[in-house]
């Protein structure tokens, strides 16, 4: 919330969520069912943006075989259209930026972009 405030953004705008919907300890031992939910609530709450926090966020969200999709790259900072619809932008792991402070500027170099495209949008 905080981060989101700090870029002038809304966060009532804001939807967020996990990528593996199960209380597993390790991602990669969750139920493809679980991980499907993801494409599910795509679906539902539509997006203008999708923010994919680290390297494996990224691996799970290219392998969901959303309709018109594109592959997302591993680019810091730089939007992406991932599908007609959805933009995406890729950042850093939130969770390993916050003890370094190298990492940290990286994180927060990247999600700035966030708030630049939010200004960018027409007003409602």
Same mark, same amino acid.
């Given at each position: 919330m905080k981060s989101l405030k700090r870029l002038s953004i809304d966060p009532l705008a804001v939807y967020g969520t996990l990528c593996v919907k199960c209380p597993v300890p390790d991602p990669a031992l969750a139920d493809p069912a679980c991980v499907a939910r993801l494409t599910e609530e795509l679906?539902?709450?539509?997006? /203008?943006?999708?923010?994919?926090?680290?390297?494996d966020s990224l691996a799970v969200i290219n392998e969901l075989g959303i309709p018109l999709s594109r592959e997302l790259v591993p680019a810091p900072g730089e939007l992406q259209q991932f599908t007609p619809a959805i933009e995406a932008l890729f950042v850093p792991n939130?969770?390993?930026a916050?003890?370094?402070?190298?990492? /940290?500027?990286?994180?927060w170099t990247a999600f700035r972009v966030l708030g630049q495209w939010w200004s960018d949008l027409p007003p409602y």
């Open positions: 679906a539902i709450v539509q997006p /203008k943006i999708l923010v994919v926090m680290g390297s939130i969770d390993e916050l003890d370094e402070e190298h990492a /940290k500027r990286e994180f």
